[in-house]
């Protein structure tokens, strides 16, 4: 029988390390010679990332041991780190940013990029295979002392070492080449200031001299407003893109004399946003199919047809990442669903067959303790949809005293051009198992949705996302499921912008969480140069482009209006952070001293863009919740209590 007990105070067995183990997991999957392979993130062994594959036993093997982590800084977000070759491993190695090989056979490890003459001068990502055993990859070179001082290009790389060859330098902006079936051309896409690859890019395709050179490019596709977000060989003279002309992410078929075919023009969205360079959203499986994400889902695309059909045998997994491909009659990536954490999955298109090629956790907290999101369609007062997944209070132990109802989190995802997933997330349900409800929205400006959603934010960041979000959270209120007078909002990164200008231009919650934020849009991004060159021009599409919309800038950062909070706030901040650097946060926090404004600021050594360590991550969750305690006046036990500052 349950307890009676105030929500927020509720004993669960989901703690902020369970959260912590959770938060590693698969990445950069492919197959190699018939095996699985995948990157593999341990907050454990303090974010690094090691590389996996699944044996024929079904036991996962490591190849790629301590200290080695394949992670790289390309774009600052990382790009696709390794590859195989023969018996030759390549990575990139995240202490030093140098390319590495590692023999399979032996297991000696020899670096085949120069030593750089600064730290992370020089930066390689998005691996690929070129020809005669060579590596071609994306070079990033440092020019100047400010983050944004940044160079590219596209080099070969040799397995037995030395000075990186250069091939071309097409645009500001590039993704690793990739050689035609034939051997004849490479083909990769570019983008140049001030567009981000979800507003224009280019695909280019060049001969591949006799010298292993590469001949002047072509421009095949894509555009100021047409974004191309990944590419493949379909033949040797032919290419199956990702791009969307029609406003929407649709699979293309395009010939070397640029001629372009809508392979199944649907009004969804079968490609997504390039944060992280060589992510896939598509992959050929041979006689005119190809297995596509839609918006996350698993689908197959027939050409003879032209329809996108779900996958039905795996329509409980609800995200699948952007890193899958084909095996064994079917395909392999990394999914989740509303009750199933995040796993490697095999899924036979032929026999239906669903196969985890991942162990299950060690511990996994019993089902009744999980949320299980549902999905709801909000609007705004104009009429725009705002879809969200509310995630209510679950625990089968305890319930809310008659009349009392729950405090609720509104949480915002990072990008500002991202989104939300209906999935299991143990961070979400650390506050539900307590008796917290979240709900996770997916405002104006979210992938997904097509572009006309995207560009919602145009020249809108700090309005149109603040006003969805208060729009969600009112809606709960006024439904009688969430408590109005213990609202809160979340978010890191963009999410932290966010929350921070909820906190300062509207009185709907009466907390927030602010991790790793923006908070002076100007000097982030403008003469200051504070951010990474690959957002340095980002706000020319959400605020304006500079001079001409300076007084925008200074309108909508929060850290302008710091005398106008709502109420108490904690400031979550890592010390390595180069996209949002702790400059940020050292100056809001530094302009509440002397004012009746409670807050709390903590920092993290050896902490980037995001929090990796699994000691980060169970401290960050357990000063949240005593922190939402001390505000909304609920006990917190076991949790150890946050010093909030006036």
Not at 225 to 231: D, G, R, Y
Request: aromatic residues 8%.
């Amino acid at each position: 029988m349950s307890q009676i007990t105030p929500h927020g105070t509720w004993t669960s067995p989901i703690s902020a390390a369970d959260a912590a183990a959770a938060g590693g997991g698969a990445q950069w999957l492919d197959v190699v010679a018939g095996a699985v392979w995948w990157a593999e993130a341990r907050p454990a062994e303090g974010g690094r990332v090691a590389l996996v594959r699944a044996g024929e036993d079904g036991a996962v093997e490591e190849v790629l041991p301590a200290p080695w982590n394949a992670r790289n800084r390309l774009h600052e977000y990382g790009g696709r780190p390794w590859t195989v070759v023969g018996d030759a491993l390549v990575f990139t190695h995240w202490d030093d940013q140098r390319v590495y090989v590692r023999d399979l056979t032996s297991g000696t490890v020899s670096a085949i990029t120069p030593d750089p003459a600064t730290p992370h001068g020089v930066r390689y990502g998005d691996l690929r295979q070129g020809p005669s055993g060579e590596i071609w990859a994306v070079r990033e070179t440092s020019t100047g002392p400010r983050r944004p001082d940044v160079a590219r290009d596209l080099v070969a790389l040799s397995l037995s070492g030395g000075e990186p060859r250069a091939l071309a330098a097409s645009h500001h902006f590039l993704t690793g080449p990739q050689l035609s079936p034939d051997g004849r051309h490479a083909a990769w896409l570019g983008w140049d200031h001030p567009a981000m690859p979800w507003d224009g890019t280019e695909l280019c395709v060049a001969e591949v001299l006799a010298d292993g050179t590469f001949g002047p490019h072509r421009v095949l596709a894509g555009g100021p407003e047409i974004s191309v977000c990944q590419l493949e060989w379909g033949s040797a003279d032919t290419l199956l893109t990702v791009m969307d002309p029609g406003g929407w992410w649709n699979l293309h078929r395009v010939a070397l004399d640029g001629t372009a075919v809508n392979l199944s023009p649907v009004t969804e969205e079968l490609g997504g946003a390039l944060w992280k360079v060589g992510s896939r959203w598509f992959v050929p499986l041979g006689d005119g199919r190809h297995a596509v994400l839609n918006s996350g889902r698993l689908a197959v695309i027939d050409e003879r047809t032209g329809e996108v059909t779900p996958v039905e045998a795996v329509a409980g997994l609800t995200e699948w990442l952007p890193s899958f491909a084909a095996y064994e009659s079917g395909v392999v990536g990394v999914a989740a669903g509303p009750v199933k954490e995040t796993a490697v999955v095999h899924v036979d298109l032929t026999t239906n067959a669903v196969t985890d090629l991942t162990p299950e956790p060690a511990e996994v907290p019993p089902a009744a303790y999980l949320p299980v999101p549902v999905e709801r369609m909000f609007s705004t007062p104009g009429g725009e949809p705002i879809p969200a997944y509310v995630y209510s209070p679950a625990n089968p132990d305890f319930e809310g005293p008659g009349g009392e109802l729950p405090p609720f989190l509104v949480h915002v995802h990072g990008g500002p051009t991202g989104r939300n997933y209906p999935v299991l997330d143990l961070d979400v349900a650390y506050f539900t198992s307590r008796g917290i409800g979240v709900v996770l929205v997916n405002y104006g400006g979210s992938t997904g949705y097509g572009r006309r959603y995207r560009e919602r934010l145009r020249e809108q960041w700090g309005v149109v996302d603040v006003t969805d979000c208060v729009a969600v959270a009112e809606a709960l209120v006024a439904e009688g499921i969430a408590d109005g007078a213990r609202l809160a909002i979340r978010g890191g990164s963009a999410g932290g912008f966010t929350a921070a200008a909820s906190m300062t231009t509207t009185r709907t919650y009466g907390a927030g969480t602010v991790k790793y934020p923006i908070l002076d849009l100007y000097r982030w991004t403008g003469d200051g140069g504070e951010t990474h060159d690959f957002e340095s021009r980002y706000l020319d599409s959400m605020i304006g482009a500079l001079p001409e919309a300076l007084e925008r800038y200074r309108e909508r950062s929060p850290i302008n209006h710091a005398d106008t909070l709502a109420g108490p706030v904690l400031f979550l901040q890592g010390l390595d952070d180069q996209i949002c650097p702790p400059e940020q946060a050292d100056r809001f926090v530094a302009g509440l001293r002397g004012r009746d404004i409670q807050h709390a600021y903590l920092t993290f050594e050896g902490e980037q863009h995001g929090f990796r360590k699994a000691e980060t991550i169970i401290a960050t969750l357990e000063a949240e919740l005593s922190f939402y305690g001390q505000v909304f006046g609920f006990a917190t036990p076991g949790v150890p209590p946050l010093d909030l500052h006036r």
